[in-house]
C-alpha cells in the first residue's frame, strides 16, 4: 500500500506541474516579442556590478554599446575591488566600439556590513548614473552579452504592458558536459517555482526576476525602497521583483535565445558551488522546509523511474505515467538549449545533483560558509531558532 500511495501521489504531482503551475514548462510562450521599428527616444542607464571579471567585460560592454532601436544608452562599471584589470578591459573594448565616452567607471568603495557584495556595488553605480536622470535602469552582469535590439525589446514590452519591471533569463553557457546535463534543469526549476504567467498576473502573489538582465523604471525602483532594500539579500532579482510587486507594480519574465550568459562552467564542482550558494537560502533556512524540498525531489523526480521495476501493477503505471509528463514538461527547455531529446531522460539523475547541492548549501551555511562567493560570505549565519 505504500508504494501505491507513492506512485499515486507521484503521478498527481506531475498532473498538477503540468496543468495548474501556469505552463511554466511552456518555454516558447515566454519570448518577447520583437521590438518596434521606431527607435526609443530616451536614455537607459546601464549598471554593472563586476569583480574580476576581465575575461568576460569587454565582450558584454561591446554588446550594450551596440544597441539599436535606442537612441541613447549609458554604462556605468563599478569595479568592485578587481585585482585582474576588469576596467581596463572595459575601458578598452568601449574604445573599439568608438563608444568611450559612454562608459564611466566607478571605482568601489569597500564593502559596508549588511550588504552583500553585488547588491553594493549596484547601488554605488545607480548613485553615479542618477546624475543622468534616465528614463530607464538596465541592471545586468558582466558575463551577459546582449542581443542588438535586447535592451528595444525590453522597453517595448515593458511600454506595450505596460510593465514596471521586466526581465530576460538570458540562455546560459551550454556546451560542457556538466553543463548539458545541468544548466537546462537550472532554468526548469527556475520557471517552476517563479512561473512567468504568475509573475505577470497582478492577482499572484508570485514575483520573480531574472538578475543578469532587469530593466526597471526609475520611479518603480524607488516605490520598491531601492536596492537599499534589499541590500543583505542573496537571491535579490527575486527580492527585488517581489518588492516592485508588492508596491502595485507590474511584472514580466521571459527568455530569451539570442542574449546569453558567457560564463563557462567547466565541471559539475563549478555548477554544484553556484547552485549552493542559494539553495538554502530560497529555503529560508528552514530545516523543515529542507525536509521537505528533500522528500518532494525524490517523490517527483526519482520515484518514477523507479517506480517501473515495482511488481505492483498500479505502481508500474502510475510510474510510466509520471515519467511520460517528465518528459512532456522537460522536453521544450531541452529543446530551447539545442540538445538532443536523449538529455530529457537525465532529469532524474540532474534531480539527484540538486539535492546533494541543496544538502551541501545547508552545511555550508551551517558552517559560517553561506553564499561564498568569489572570496565574500554572502549568506552569514545568524543566531535564530530553527524553524
Same mark, same amino acid.
Given at each position: 500500500?505504500?508504494?501505491?500511495?507513492?506512485?499515486?501521489?507521484?503521478?498527481?504531482?506531475?498532473?498538477?506541474?503540468?496543468?495548474?503551475?501556469?505552463?511554466?514548462?511552456?518555454?516558447?510562450? !515566454?519570448?518577447? =516579442? @520583437?521590438?518596434?521599428?521606431?527607435?526609443?527616444?530616451?536614455?537607459?542607464?546601464?549598471?554593472?556590478?563586476?569583480?574580476? %571579471?576581465?575575461?568576460?567585460?569587454?565582450?558584454?560592454?561591446?554588446?550594450?554599446?551596440?544597441?539599436?532601436?535606442?537612441?541613447?544608452?549609458?554604462?556605468?562599471?563599478?569595479?568592485?575591488?578587481?585585482?585582474?584589470?576588469?576596467?581596463?578591459?572595459?575601458?578598452?573594448?568601449?574604445?573599439?566600439?568608438?563608444? =568611450?565616452?559612454?562608459?564611466?567607471?566607478?571605482?568601489?568603495?569597500?564593502?559596508?556590513?549588511?550588504?552583500?557584495?553585488?547588491?553594493?556595488?549596484?547601488?554605488?553605480?545607480?548613485?553615479?548614473?542618477?546624475?543622468?536622470?534616465?528614463?530607464?535602469?538596465?541592471?545586468?552582469?558582466?558575463?551577459?552579452?546582449?542581443?542588438?535590439?535586447?535592451?528595444?525589446?525590453?522597453? $517595448?514590452?515593458? %511600454?506595450?504592458?505596460?510593465?514596471?519591471?521586466?526581465?530576460?533569463?538570458? @540562455?546560459?553557457?551550454?556546451?560542457?558536459?556538466?553543463?548539458?546535463?545541468?544548466?537546462?534543469? *537550472?532554468?526548469?526549476?527556475?520557471?517552476?517555482?517563479?512561473?512567468?504567467?504568475?509573475?505577470?498576473?497582478?492577482?499572484?502573489?508570485?514575483?520573480?526576476?531574472?538578475?543578469?538582465?532587469?530593466?526597471?523604471? =526609475?520611479?518603480?525602483?524607488?516605490?520598491?525602497?531601492?536596492?537599499?532594500?534589499?541590500?543583505?539579500?542573496?537571491?535579490?532579482?527575486?527580492?527585488?521583483?517581489?518588492?516592485?510587486?508588492?508596491?502595485?507594480?507590474?511584472?514580466?519574465?521571459?527568455?530569451?535565445?539570442?542574449?546569453?550568459?558567457?560564463?563557462?562552467?567547466?565541471?559539475?564542482?563549478?555548477? !554544484?558551488?553556484?547552485?549552493?550558494?542559494?539553495?538554502?537560502?530560497?529555503?529560508?533556512? /528552514?530545516?523543515?522546509?529542507?525536509?521537505?524540498?528533500?522528500?518532494?525531489?525524490?517523490?517527483?523526480?526519482?520515484?518514477?523511474?523507479?517506480?517501473?521495476? $515495482?511488481? /505492483?501493477?498500479?505502481?508500474?503505471?502510475?510510474?510510466?505515467?509520471?515519467?511520460?509528463?517528465?518528459?512532456?514538461?522537460?522536453?521544450?527547455?531541452?529543446?530551447?538549449?539545442?540538445? $538532443? =531529446?536523449?538529455?530529457?531522460?537525465?532529469?532524474?539523475?540532474?534531480?539527484? *545533483?540538486?539535492?546533494?547541492?541543496?544538502?551541501? /548549501?545547508?552545511?555550508?551555511?551551517?558552517?559560517?560558509?553561506?553564499?561564498?562567493?568569489?572570496?565574500?560570505?554572502?549568506?552569514?549565519?545568524?543566531?535564530?531558532?530553527?524553524?
Amino acid at each position: 500500500m505504500l508504494i501505491i500511495g507513492a506512485a499515486v501521489l507521484s503521478l498527481l504531482i506531475w498532473i498538477y506541474l503540468l496543468a495548474a503551475r501556469g505552463s511554466f514548462w511552456r518555454v516558447g510562450r !515566454g519570448t518577447a =516579442p @520583437k521590438a518596434s521599428g521606431q527607435a526609443f527616444p530616451g536614455l537607459v542607464a546601464v549598471v554593472v556590478p563586476a569583480r574580476n %571579471e576581465a575575461d568576460v567585460v569587454g565582450e558584454s560592454v561591446r554588446s550594450l554599446l551596440s544597441q539599436t532601436g535606442v537612441q541613447s544608452v549609458r554604462i556605468f562599471l563599478v569595479d568592485d575591488c578587481s585585482t585582474d584589470g576588469t576596467a581596463q578591459a572595459a575601458r578598452s573594448a568601449a574604445a573599439v566600439v568608438g563608444k =568611450p565616452e559612454a562608459l564611466t567607471i566607478v571605482e568601489g568603495a569597500p564593502l559596508p556590513s549588511g550588504w552583500s557584495g553585488k547588491l553594493w556595488a549596484t547601488q554605488q553605480g545607480l548613485e553615479k548614473a542618477r546624475e543622468v536622470a534616465p528614463d530607464f535602469w538596465l541592471l545586468t552582469d558582466a558575463d551577459i552579452v546582449h542581443a542588438p535590439d535586447s535592451i528595444a525589446t525590453l522597453i $517595448s514590452v515593458a %511600454e506595450t504592458g505596460p510593465y514596471d519591471l521586466v526581465s530576460f533569463m538570458v @540562455k546560459l553557457h551550454c556546451k560542457t558536459l556538466a553543463e548539458k546535463l545541468l544548466v537546462p534543469a *537550472f532554468v526548469f526549476f527556475f520557471f517552476m517555482l517563479y512561473p512567468p504567467r504568475w509573475i505577470a498576473d497582478r492577482r499572484n502573489k508570485t514575483a520573480g526576476a531574472a538578475g543578469g538582465c532587469i530593466l526597471i523604471r =526609475p520611479e518603480w525602483l524607488e516605490r520598491a525602497g531601492g536596492i537599499a532594500a534589499i541590500r543583505g539579500e542573496i537571491i535579490d532579482d527575486c527580492a527585488l521583483a517581489a518588492r516592485v510587486k508588492s508596491a502595485g507594480g507590474r511584472l514580466w519574465l521571459g527568455v530569451t535565445p539570442s542574449t546569453r550568459s558567457v560564463r563557462p562552467y567547466q565541471s559539475l564542482g563549478e555548477i !554544484g558551488r553556484m547552485i549552493s550558494r542559494t539553495a538554502f537560502n530560497q529555503l529560508h533556512h /528552514s530545516v523543515w522546509l529542507l525536509m521537505i524540498s528533500v522528500f518532494g525531489l525524490v517523490l517527483t523526480y526519482l520515484a518514477p523511474p523507479l517506480l517501473l521495476l $515495482s511488481h /505492483s501493477r498500479i505502481a508500474m503505471v502510475c510510474g510510466a505515467l509520471a515519467c511520460v509528463g517528465m518528459i512532456v514538461a522537460y522536453l521544450p527547455m531541452v529543446r530551447f538549449y539545442g540538445l $538532443s =531529446p536523449v538529455w530529457v531522460l537525465t532529469l532524474p539523475l540532474t534531480a539527484v *545533483f540538486y539535492l546533494v547541492a541543496t544538502l551541501h /548549501s545547508a552545511w555550508r551555511f551551517w558552517s559560517g560558509r553561506g553564499g561564498e562567493w568569489k572570496g565574500r560570505m554572502q549568506d552569514p549565519r545568524r543566531q535564530r531558532a530553527l524553524k
